[in-house]
Every structure is written in C-alpha cells, then in structure tokens.
C-alpha cells in the first residue's frame, strides 16, 4: 500500500470517528456555517464537536505548517483530504476569510512573529477577519482608494470609509488598504490589520436586492493604529508603502475562490434536477427550455474539468499568473446563467419571497445574490481587461 | 492523472507541432491541393512521412507494427492538424478505421494495418445515411449470402471515401431500422464489385462521398467482430472519432484565435492599434477563455477514454459540443476582426471558418451531443 493510499486508509477512519452525523448533511442556511470569531456561539453540540476535533488535528487549515496550526499535509494529502470529507458530505468546520484570503498572504509576507501569532489564531477561529479593500468610489480602480493613515511616529491615525466590507458586523479584525503617501499611487498604500474594537471604527449593514445583508459599510474615524503589536508584530503585512503587491496576491486568490475552481455547485449539471423538480409540481420543461439546459450542462461540465486543470497546473507551478482572472470571470458568469436558468424552471414557484415551500425565498434571494458574481473581487470586465493585457498582450493602457 | 501532458506527450506534441507548421501547413497543403483541384484532397506524401514519424499507428497496438498509445496522443497530432488545417487522413484512418479494428480478426489486421502503419493505405468510414449525424437509425442492409453477406444501401458524407483503399461500413444484419441491435461492421476493400461512389468537394476543400452499394458480395471474413454485435464496435469507433474530432476542433480554435490576435496587434484605424480598442480586447479575452475550457475538457475526457472511465461517453459529447461551440466562435470572431480581408480568399482566416463548419458536422454536431448530453443525464 503506497502511502497515500494508508493515509487515505487513515483519514476515513478518523473521518468515521470524528465527523458527527449532523456534520454530513449539506449546507442549508447561514447558521450552517461556522466563522469563528470573539462572540462566536455554536449552533449545536455536533458543530462544536466537529469544530474542536478538526482544530485539534490541524484540519481547519490542513495545508498550513504545523507551527501555524495547520496539519502540515502535502498537496495530495490535502487532496485526499478534500475527496474524503467530499466522500461524506462533511461540512467546512470553519468557514473563514482569515483562512481563504490573509491566511495566504501572511504565509507569503508576514513576519514570523506575525505568522506565530495570527496564523494560529486563524487556524483556532479564534479571530474573524473581514476585507477592507473597496471605498465609496473605489470599486473596480482600487488605487485611486482615499482612506488615508498619518504617520505619527509610534502609530498611525487613520480616517476613511470602507464599502462591500462583507460581515464585518460580525468581525473582529479587518485587513485593510491605507493610503500612507499621497504621491505615489501604487507605491502608497499599505496593508493594515486593525482591531474593529479600537475607538472610531463602525459598521453599518447594506440591505442588498436580495433583502439579505452580508456586506457592510465601515467608518473609520481618528483611529489610532499602533505600528506594533508586540515583538515582530508590526500592524503592516509586507513593507510600507507596498501593499499593493499583498493586496495582488490577494486578489489572486479571491478570484480563485469565487471562481468556484475544483467543481461544487457552479460546475455541476443541472437539467436532470431541474427536470424532476418540474416534475413533483406536476409540470415539464418546455422543449426550448430543455435545450437551453442542455447547452447549459455542456458548459458546465466543461468549466469543471477546466477548474480541474486549472488546480492541476496551479500545483505543478504551469499555470499563467494572471490565468484565476480568467476562471473567475468564466465562473461566474456561469453562475449567473445557472440561476436564471433555476428561475426558469422553477417558473412562479420560484418568484414566492418568503413561503415556506421556497424555504425563505432561497432560490429567487440565490438568484439575486448571483449577480454579484461579477461584481465582487474584480467586475467582469476587468476581468477581460487583465486577460487580453497580460495574457493576450494586447496594447494599450 | 493531471490534466495537463505529461514529459513525453510534451516532447510527441513538440515533434507534431513543428512537422505541422513546416510541412503541414496551408500553403504546402490545403492550398496546394485545393489550387490543384486535386481529387483526393490531400497529399499522399505527407502521409507517407507522418507514418515515418509513427503518427499514424498511435492507436495501433504494439503486436500489430504500431506505439499502442491512446486518445491523449491521437489529439495532440490532430490538435496541431487542425491549427494548420492540414488536410489529412489521419481521423478516419488512424482514429475510426484503426478503433474499429481493434476489434477485428487477426486476420483482418494482418490485412489492413500494415499498410496504415507505413502510410500506403487510407482507410474510411460509412456510418451517416442522411445529412444529419444519426447513428442511432442503420437501414443499409447486409443479408447471408453463402458462405458470406450482400450488402445494400447507400451511406453520405463518407469522408476521402474516394480515396479510401478500405471503408468500414456500419449496415444492419437484423432487426428493425432504429434497433440498438442488429448492427454488423464490415471492413469493406476498394475494389468490392456493386461498390460506387458519387464523389462530391466539400466547402472546406476536402473531398467526400455518397457512395452506394448494389449487392456487394462480401466474404464472411470482411466482418469486423460479431455478426449482429456490432453497435459496441460501432460505439467505440464513434468515441474514438468524436473526441479526435474535438481535439483537431480545439486546433482550429485555437489557429483562428492566434491569427486573430496577431492581427490585432499589428493592423492600425484612427491612428490606434485595433487591439487597443477595449470592444475588441473584451471580446479576444472571452474567445481566449473559451478555448481554455474547450481544451481542458478534451485532454480530460481524453484521459476518461485512454482510462476505460464509465463518464467517458458521456464526457465525449459534452467535449464534442463544447468544442464545436467554441472553434464556431473563434472563427467568426476571427472574420469579423479580420474586417473586409478576413472575406478574401488570399487570407487564411475565412479557411479556418470552412473547416470549422465541415468539422463540427463530422460525427455529430453541438445540437446532437448536447442533446445526446440531456437524454444521458435522464432529461
């Protein structure tokens, strides 16, 4: 038996032990997921059991060093991981922008006594972290970005306001673009992390179209940063002035992310489904209908194996730097012709906003959500913008 | 297996791809040819010295003179046929004809396959009976007749059928017209008697038939594995062609797409590079993404072929669809750019958008296999 293999033979078993039952059943709603944080609260005993066994094992972050609370897994031990809790239908034990953004840009600029520090906070969701990237008026041209930090020696004094900050009514801490030179505009930004509990930060929720509030704006006013959070600590990631280059990085894997890369719901087919769902109500799909989920499976089932090859490439170092803009504007513009398809589909059924049938109003407030897609982490278009400069090279600004 | 080729499908796609641009390209090909009105629509030397560099027995098996390689390998030739629209046999004879007789008799190898390793012989293939790919419904008929079969009916687009020193026909030895069963493949010679082909140009330059058969007389050995059994034979050969076909589609994509961006780098209006004009950018950059998906789900459901995979069937079609969408794309962005010379014949551009329509038809088009796609999935 190759080592893989016994590690499989391993991770199954550990599985069985310690993935409790409740812990196997797909995400349904928010209170599914759990993020950690100071006031974090568990649903039910099977969340806290799953969530302390994996913290335990190093498997809220398998990939990350030991050191950093990670379980040190190569990548094909993290794959195996991957397919085995697929296998069982696990539930993440932590869902986390700690862990799917700054987690990666700190193992790639943070100090040590950074990566000591806040790394194993993160891997224990003993902090949650919300993005302070977007401003009123910095959306897609992210560094014409205004929010600025004066050096007062020992600290900085930042004032500005943030947009699209995704829950940070619930976080704890924000990693945050400051402009730190007002003369150079890449060269002047640094990438802050600020305690949400110092004096002069606020938020205030956004109410979306599809009544749901997951983002917030939030206020910052006088806040005094410390430059230090203790020895080797300092509030910047990388140098100041230069968190541009962690604020790329970043976005990098943002985009990968919201690219749905390495399958789940945007790569799966759905006309079966949809067929039968049609069905129970006693309805078909109308020819040019069924059609138009068929072409759509088609690209589905495409952007799949596509999202496959792109991890297998990411993994053997082939892929080209600027390839997850492509996944991310193929993805979610899949996404968004997935759930207008649903729409369809599931015809006025799925126009009912609050029955409980619809569970809320779940696929219409879904299908709103999707048009974000294209919005958030980059718009579409510029998207398109940095795969004809950078990969097609075409010319021009 | 990583969806990406391996050290020596690197090295076999570098050989492939410079043998291509050097001696398969359009000027010494398809343009030679066509300008010639040449009746086979392709060049028999270059098939001669595509069989001295082993392309065309990929597929063979070792024991029969060739590199018993798989599906990954056949497209990575075919890919780089398709970015040189080099006209060649190498899909209906080294794919479909060489699929089919993997499951034929000794003896039928002993016959044929040698003369395809050396790249003497050019096979074909007889399955369409109307201008729409549907394999499902077979009416030729091949009844006993001795010791062997009389063969009737009449086949179309039979790819180089002309051409063809073989064609492997797909008739009915019983049952109704639209039963699975019933289905026999024959390994058909050139010089079978009742045998006759209507020989026809397509728009792509290639050369095709409606070839009928008036009671050929065919011994019982020209029958390529079970009497009555053959829907399996057929299934495989049509896998086989279809994901070729997808990876010669992925070249043409792919040859559109780079002619096109090239082009936008170096033709200027309104003082400006056209490239530069974000209309323009915005759309290459949605064609480059295409193609990226294209080609991923070809090189996987390639492996799914070469790895014997249940999905692989239905993975060929939705590559197959997805592929004829894509290369459809990229060539009528290709014209389009191209402006009023992308519509001269004297620019390479509009015989990419011949091809890609004579292609896409090939075995089924995107309409048939997305469909194929709904009726597997149950909808």
């Given amino acids: 038996m190759s080592d893989l293999e016994q590690f499989r033979m391993e991770t199954r078993a550990w599985l069985e032990a310690n993935c409790p039952a409740e812990m196997r059943e797909p995400v349904r709603d928010e209170d599914d997921v759990y993020w950690g944080g100071r006031n974090a609260t568990f649903k039910n005993d099977a969340q806290k059991a799953w969530f302390d066994a994996c913290v335990e094992k190093g498997y809220t972050v398998p990939a990350w060093p ?16 991957r397919e085995e809790m697929a296998r069982i239908n696990a539930r993440p034990p932590l869902s986390s922008f700690g862990i799917w953004m700054l987690g990666p840009a700190l193992l790639h600029f943070g100090t040590e006594g950074q990566k000591q520090r806040f790394l194993n906070e993160i891997a224990r969701g003993e902090i949650r972290w919300c993005q302070g990237y977007s401003e009123p008026g910095s959306g897609s041209d992210l560094v014409s970005l ?19 900050t995704s829950y ?40 979306l179209i599809s009544g749901n509030s997951p983002f917030c704006e939030t206020f910052l006013e006088d806040v005094k940063v410390p430059k230090s959070y203790g020895d080797d600590i300092p509030a910047q990631v990388g140098e100041v002035n230069r968190g541009w280059d962690v604020a790329k990085y970043l976005l990098g894997h943002e985009r990968e992310m919201i690219s749905g890369a390495g399958g789940g719901d945007r790569t799966a087919a759905i006309g079966a489904a949809m067929k039968r769902h049609a069905a129970q109500n006693g309805d ?11 072409m759509f499976d088609v690209d589905a089932l495409a952007y799949g194996c596509m999202g496959e090859k792109f991890l297998d490439e990411i993994k053997a170092g082939k892929t080209h730097p600027a390839q997850p803009n492509m996944m991310k504007y193929a993805g979610t513009e899949l996404n968004k012709r997935r759930h207008e398809l649903m729409m369809a589909a599931g015809g006025s059924r799925s126009l009912e906003w609050e029955s409980e049938e619809t569970g809320g109003g779940k696929p219409a407030r879904n299908w709103l959500r999707t048009k974000a897609n294209s919005i958030e982490g980059g718009t579409s278009e510029i998207m398109l913008n940095v795969v004809s400069k950078r990969i097609l090279e075409l010319p021009g600004g | 297996m990583p969806l990406y080729h391996d050290e020596d499908q690197a090295m076999l796609a570098d050989t492939a791809s410079s043998f291509m641009a050097e001696e398969g390209n359009i000027a010494k090909q398809l343009r030679h040819w066509r300008d010639r009105d040449c009746k086979d629509g392709f060049g028999h030397d270059l098939w001669k010295q595509m069989a001295e560099l082993g392309f065309n027995g990929i597929l063979v098996d070792e024991a029969d003179g060739g590199l018993g390689m798989g599906h990954v390998e056949a497209g990575i030739v075919l890919e780089e046929i398709g970015r040189n629209l080099t006209p060649s046999p190498f899909l209906t004879s080294s794919v479909l004809a060489a699929t089919a007789l993997k499951h034929g008799s000794d003896d039928l190898k002993g016959r044929y396959l040698p003369g395809l390793v050396a790249g003497d012989s050019v096979f074909a293939v007889a399955i369409d009976e109307t201008a729409k790919h549907r394999p499902e419904r077979i009416t030729t008929r091949a009844e006993k007749s001795g010791n062997g079969f009389r063969l009737t009916g009449s086949k179309s687009f039979v790819v180089y059928g002309g051409s063809a020193d073989m064609i492997v026909v797909a008739a009915r030895t019983s049952g109704a017209d639209n039963e699975t069963d019933g289905i026999t493949l024959f390994a058909v010679p050139k010089d079978a008697k009742g045998m006759s082909h209507d020989a026809v140009r397509l728009v792509d330059s290639s050369m095709a038939t409606h070839t009928k058969f ?11 594995g079970e009497v009555d059994g053959g829907r399996e034979v057929l299934d495989a050969m049509l896998r086989a062609g279809r994901i070729g076909a997808a990876a010669e589609g992925v070249g043409v994509a792919r040859g559109a797409m780079d002619r096109t961006v090239d082009y936008l780098k170096q033709r200027k ?40 995979a249940e999905s692989a069937d239905m993975m060929t079609s939705v590559a ?43 075995l089924g088009d995107a309409y048939y296999h997305a469909n194929r796609v709904a009726e597997l999935s149950g909808y």
Avoid at chain 1, 66 to 81: D, F, H, I
Avoid at chain 2, 214 to 224: P, Q, T
Avoid at chain 2, 325 to 340: C, D, F, N
Wanted: net charge negative; aromatic share 8%.
């Fill in chain 1, 146 to 164: 205004q929010t600025y930090g004066e050096d007062k020696g020992d600290h900085w004094v930042v004032n500005g306001q943030k947009v699209w």
């Fill in chain 2, 214 to 224: 008036d009671g050929v007389e065919l011994d019982g050995d020209a029958v390529i």
């Fill in chain 2, 320 to 362: 197959k669809a997805k592929v004829a969408k894509t290369a459809r794309l990229a060539v009528q962005e290709g014209v389009q750019m191209h402006g009023g010379i992308g519509m001269t014949d004297e620019y390479d551009i509009g015989l990419f958008m011949k091809r890609d329509r004579a292609l896409a038809e090939f």
């Fill in chain 1, 284 to 294: 078909e799909l109308d020819p040019v209908l069924r059609a138009e989920l068929a």
């Fill in chain 1, 168 to 207: 940070a009514d619930h976080c704890d801490w924000i990693f945050c673009l400051v402009r730190t030179d007002k003369q150079n505009k890449y060269q002047g930004i640094t990438f802050m992390l600020i305690d949400m509990e110092t004096q002069g930060v606020s938020t205030k929720p956004i109410k």
């Fill in chain 2, 269 to 308: 209006q309104f003082g400006k590079l056209i490239g530069e004009f974000q209309a323009l950018q915005h759309r290459a950059a949605h064609l480059y993404s295409e193609v990226e998906i294209a080609r991923a789900v070809t090189i996987k459901t390639q492996q799914l072929l070469d790895a014997g």
């Fill in chain 1, 66 to 81: 030991k050191a950093y609370g990670g379980a040190g897994l190569s990548a094909p031990e993290a794959k195996v991981l």
